[in-house]
């Protein structure tokens, strides 16, 4: 004889503190044909939940189950919160299918999953995509690290915003996509990343000068037969070659005063510092929502 179910409730559960649902609690009275309340009895389940996105029907959750009706026929299940994450359960609309795998087999119900709106749709005030800095090294449930990682192929909204893998951001700072208000000054393309950079500037003399050493002058010697002027022939700088002066003397002249003056700084500074900019920094790993 055919049997058939009276489904009597259907909830959802959540937790505010892990974000996800504690699980989706599904309670019902099998009865036969004549209505009659199958008592103690065994009987096989199977819970399904789908969702149909651009014409592909996705089955995030598929589980067998032989559960046992008690004194009264009533049979209780907890969909496992693991089965189902959160981004899914919020993203999409999705159905809950019940089928009675012990012969005769049937589908005792095939329904919308509707879930309290606010609760939902607020998923704790952060929406799919957000972004926050994170002290922990293993992202909370319905997070991952922002590593460049795979992301989990059931995140598929946020692969639509991403791609197959979280952004990488480690050692990274987060900037304002869009021109700066302040400076008018482009921040990087959403999702993109932009280069260091210094602001164009230069740099005074400062401190740096040339010494001044006054007027002066310089003195050079010339030995007698190595000066034309006096009337000699330069020839080897030893012998006297010149009748102007026998005693193979020395003449000293100078070279005209140059007056004060200072040299002009050519070059640059020793370069210092390290390879990058950079302010005052904290270390934190980055998080997004799946």
Not at 14 to 27: D, E, M, P
Not at 61 to 76: E, W, Y
Not at 107 to 132: C, F, Q, R, W
Request: aromatic fraction near 6%.
């Amino acid at each position: 004889m055919k049997s058939k179910l009276l489904l009597l409730s259907f909830l959802m559960l959540l937790s505010v503190a892990t974000n996800y649902a504690q699980g989706i609690a599904v309670q019902g009275i099998a009865r036969d044909a004549n209505n009659t309340a199958k008592i103690s009895a065994p009987i096989n389940f199977k819970f399904t939940i789908y969702y149909n996105k651009a014409g592909t029907v996705y089955t995030p959750v598929a589980i067998t189950q032989n559960l046992t009706t008690d004194a009264f026929g009533v049979f209780s299940y907890v969909i496992p919160a693991t089965a189902l994450d959160n981004t899914t359960l919020l993203e999409n609309e999705l159905y809950l299918k019940i089928e009675q795998l012990t012969a005769p087999a049937a589908v005792i119900s095939d329904e919308k999953l509707n879930h309290v709106p606010y609760a939902m749709s607020a998923s704790n005030g952060v929406p799919t995509g957000s972004i926050m800095p994170y002290l922990g090294t293993t992202a909370p449930a319905g997070w991952v690290l922002c590593d460049g990682n795979v992301l989990p192929a059931t995140a598929k909204a946020l692969i639509d915003m991403v791609g197959n893998n979280a952004p990488n951001l480690q050692g990274m700072f987060l900037r304002g996509t869009g021109i700066s208000p302040e400076n008018g000054e482009p921040g990087p393309a959403l999702k993109a990343r932009q280069g260091d950079d210094n602001k164009r500037h230069i740099h005074g003399v400062g401190t740096l000068a040339t010494s001044s050493n006054g007027s002066h002058i310089h003195s050079i010697t010339f030995h007698n037969d190595d000066y034309n002027g006096g009337g000699g022939t330069a020839k080897d700088g030893l012998e006297d070659d010149t009748p102007l002066n026998t005693a193979n003397t020395d003449n000293n002249k100078n070279t005209n005063a140059s007056g004060d003056h200072t040299h002009p700084i050519t070059g640059s500074t020793a370069p210092i510092g390290g390879n990058e900019t950079r302010p005052v920094n904290y270390g934190v790993n980055y998080i997004i929502k799946l």
